[in-house]
């Protein structure tokens, strides 16, 4: 599995027979080998996650899906690309079957020959959803912008509100165990940056975790493998240097 970090909650994961590419806007993609379909997903319609400069990359090439939050608008999906597209919403199921030139749909369709992507989804504490994807033998979860966001200052009862929330969705990825975990490390939460990659590595697990939405400091990964909260498992957690910087795993 070849991750490459594009920009801020950006990346794309290649495996052996399918690319994926997730919470694109900006920055320098990767040249991806056009052998493989490509599937391209955004968790909600926030500017630092989703842009329609994704539908260019339909040019030229068949084989690619979309896999949309339902949160962002149909009227930005060209007319022509709307039967390569899956809207999604929180705590549902999904196959797709990339490469194929059908419209995706939810699970429960016969089972076909070639790669098949599960794809369950979870509700966002902010916009949209976090997604879990099985493919090709691998566990792969994009949060999106599914975190605790304890925020300083913040009114106590919206914080702890929003700490419920949190816990809600981290029980339901209790005792499962991700290939890459893309996960929230954001800086503007100052003392409590910690707390929403703290509670998935508690409830759930990762044999690599990677840090996003940092806003391009770089420092906060360095900080939260200092912290004690990431005792047991800090050596899990990469470091991001640059944008395009590749990871094999």
């Given at each position: 599995m070849k991750i490459t970090y594009i920009h801020h909650s950006?990346?794309?994961v290649e495996l052996d027979h399918v690319t994926m590419l997730f919470d694109y806007y900006e920055g320098p993609l990767p040249d991806f080998d056009r052998s493989r379909p490509l599937v391209v997903f955004a968790s909600h319609f926030h500017g630092d996650h989703f842009a329609p400069v994704i539908f260019g990359l339909a040019e030229g090439r068949e084989d690619i899906q979309y896999v949309l939050s339902k949160d962002i608008n149909k009227?930005?999906?060209p007319e022509h690309l709307l039967d390569k597209v899956l809207f999604v919403k929180a705590g549902e199921k999904y196959t797709l079957h990339p490469?194929?030139?059908e419209k995706p749909s939810e699970a429960g369709n016969v089972e076909q020959d070639g790669?098949?992507?599960?794809?369950?989804?979870?509700?966002?504490?902010?916009?949209?959803?976090a997604f879990w994807i099985s493919c090709e033998g691998k566990e792969i979860y994009h949060a999106g912008d599914l975190n605790n966001w304890w925020w300083e200052g913040e009114d106590k009862a919206w914080n702890h509100n929003m700490a419920?929330?949190?816990?809600?969705?981290?029980?339901?990825?209790?005792?499962r165990t991700a290939d890459a975990a893309f996960i929230p490390l954001d800086p503007r939460l100052e003392q409590w940056f910690y707390l929403g990659m703290?509670?998935?590595m508690e409830k759930a697990d990762a044999k690599t975790v990677?840090?996003?939405?940092?806003?391009?400091d770089y420092s906060i990964i360095e900080k939260m493998r200092q912290h004690p909260?990431?005792?047991?498992w800090r050596e899990r957690l990469i470091e991001i240097h640059r944008e395009g910087e590749e990871l094999d795993i």
């Open positions: 950006s990346f794309s009227k930005k999906v490469g194929r030139n790669v098949t992507m599960e794809i369950e989804t979870f509700k966002s504490t902010d916009e949209g959803v419920a929330n949190y816990a809600r969705e981290m029980d339901k990825l209790a005792g703290k509670e998935f990677i840090p996003m939405h940092f806003w391009k909260s990431s005792e047991g």
